[in-house]
């Protein structure tokens, strides 16, 4: 059956729609969270309106909301959200071969709404290849935006009405979202120790009250896995090199029976 122009670009409008729903309703906590938290920081209305608009990025708003009604300075702020963010910078270079060639509209358009979600589903080797697939993609990103909004506005509301819903422990929806985008892909030794050395750090650090326990978690445990991956690699060179040697000398041990 031939499909149209018009009905591939539905059919990935859909898909790329249906694909990102539940992690657009698994972040209904973390995003009511952050409406909320603004305003019962005595952020305005617009203001509260304002981080999902513009910063658009769960972690960095949670902790600058908290810097900001705290009285941090702009330096402790920045610096605080560029190292919560950085990932991105890693994600930006993971597709920079993909979208390099893109005209500049799409590329701000899906830089803008490259979040760890929508780096999830581009798991795949064609993602970001071909019209089609940069809807799906487009589509993906931008559905989650829109309701991270609505989460958004549904906090803000709540927050004015309500008591303070930082104590209903609606925080734990941001841990229980980031594993589920991990567990997906955890195939291979490297990236279980990383996840493994991650968890252990994270929570050792926590207890003995690092500051930095969540980064320096990060970093020791990425680097945990690069040396596992080189381990791998070591291994498999010495195994094909092993391989190699007895085939050489199995071709002369026939040879000389010659």
């Known amino acids: 059956m031939t499909v149209t122009k018009r009905k591939a670009v539905w059919l990935m409008v859909k898909k790329g729609f249906l694909d990102m729903l539940p992690l657009n309703l698994a972040v209904l906590p973390w995003g ?11 952020f305005s209305v617009l203001e509260a309106l304002l981080m999902p608009l513009v910063v658009f990025a769960g972690s960095a708003q949670l902790v600058a909301i908290e810097l900001m009604a705290n009285n941090a300075s702009l330096a402790t702020i920045l610096f605080t959200t560029l190292v919560i963010s950085s990932r991105h910078f890693l994600y930006g270079l993971a597709l920079r071969d993909k979208l390099k060639v893109l005209p500049i509209r799409w590329r701000y358009s899906l830089g803008f709404l490259l979040t760890d979600e929508l780096f999830a589903l581009s798991g795949n080797s064609k993602a970001f290849v071909g019209k089609l697939r940069l809807i799906y993609a487009l589509v993906a990103g931008g559905s989650f935006y829109l309701f991270w909004l609505l989460w958004n506005v549904t906090g803000i509301v709540a ?19 980031f594993i589920a985008l991990v567990v997906p892909t955890v195939t291979n030794l490297p990236m279980v120790i990383t996840v493994a050395v991650a968890a252990l750090l994270s929570v050792l650090f926590k207890l003995l009250h690092f500051e930095l326990d969540l980064v320096a978690a990060a970093i020791i445990a990425m680097y945990c896995g690069y040396l596992t991956d080189r381990w791998q690699c070591r291994r498999r060179l010495t195994t094909q090199s092993l391989i190699a040697s007895k085939e050489l000398n199995k071709m002369k041990n026939n040879g000389d029976e010659l």
Not at 32 to 42: E, M, T, Y
Not at 159 to 175: C, E, H, K, R, V
């Open 32 to 42: 009511i969270l952050c409406g909320s938290l603004a305003i019962q920081r005595d």
């Open 159 to 177: 927050g004015s009405y309500l008591p303070d819903l930082t104590q209903l422990g609606l925080d734990f929806a941001i841990a229980v979202t």
